[in-house]
């Protein structure tokens, strides 16, 4: 098992950095299918490469060579994909298809890849608890299975040396239409201190309230599927009840953590955040990082340019 370490900052001496990610993604995603069935939703392909490849790319881009997958039943094939295929390598090393054979490879050269069975979906947190036995004490990156940033702008490098710094929990927001509060998870705030804003735009986080209505939200910061905590997070999560839906809720966890003195800060992204959760947001991903490929994107704006062209000259006339 490899780890690599990048050097912490003067403040956050004495204090180890997160080298470890755990990807929650034993979920059944019913808004998918029947395409999830068989499938899992993390590996549906955005273009190309799976969801799952660009959030396992995102955590080691950021220094993570660790990564633990959360799986439940039906899910090996996340492991497989990770894995080597000889056979395929050989056929398109033999048919001199570099580009492809290297395509191939790649995801297996990404990370070490651990998995863990979480036996039935009972919150996030429950589902965070079962890497307890892979991570230890030490902090970790939890990174949620259907959203991801755009390499160029990256969110998690910051997360992770925030958090080396503090010793807390590091959470990651968004800004939201005010109006759509009530689909998020809204934090309360105040400014963060001021040795800690030189990593980015720093909040320290004195509440979370889930899916507010606009009027009673205390902010329209949401929270984004990125975490670092702490190893003590496990135990706050055996000691956190079942809340909203019936399940072991993370931010449950993490408030508790708060009320008992834990740092609680996070980083305002302003970056490109693709939500594949649903299948609206699914979509306009792959229409996103298409139009943007090297390779095929030109090609495919102009092909939607007329599309969305042509649909409007047929609307107009209905």
Known sequence: MSEHSANPSPAAAGRSRAVKAVIPAAGLATRFLPA?????????????????????????????EDVLLITGRGKT????????????????????????LEAVRRPSELAEIYTCRQPEQLGLGHAVGYAESHVGDQ?????????????????LPAMLELQARTGGVVLAFFEVDPA???????????????????????VKVTGM???????????????????????????????????????????????????????????V?????????????????VVQIAAERDDLGAEFRAWLGEFVKADASVGSNT
Request: negative net charge; hydrophobic residues 35%; aromatic residues 6%.
């Open 77 to 100: 094939s996340m492991v497989d994909h990770f894995d080597r295929r000889p056979d395929l390598e050989a056929r398109l090393e033999a048919k001199g298809d570099a580009e492809r």
């Open 180 to 202: 759509e509060t009530k689909r998020y998870g809204i934090a309360s705030v105040e400014p963060a201190e001021a040795e800690l804003t030189d990593v980015g735009e720093v």
């Open 209 to 267: 309230v889930e899916k507010p209505k606009p009027e009673d939200a205390p902010s329209n910061l949401a929270v984004l599927g990125r975490y670092v905590l702490p190893g003590r997070i496990f135990d706050a999560i055996r000691r956190t009840e079942p809340g909203s839906g019936g399940e072991i809720q993370l931010t449950d966890a993490m408030e508790l953590l708060r009320t008992e003195g834990v740092p609680v800060h996070a980083i």
């Open 36 to 64: 999830t069935k068989a499938v899992p939703k993390e590996l549906l392909p955005v273009v190309d490469r799976p969801v799952l490849q660009y959030i396992v790319e995102e955590a080691t881009q950021a220094g993570i």
């Open 269 to 285: 992204y302003r970056g490109t955040r693709y939500d594949t959760g649903m299948p609206l947001g699914y979509l306009q991903t």
């Open 139 to 155: 902090p970790f990156a939890v990174l949620l299975g259907d959203e991801f940033v755009k390499p160029s702008e990256p969110l």
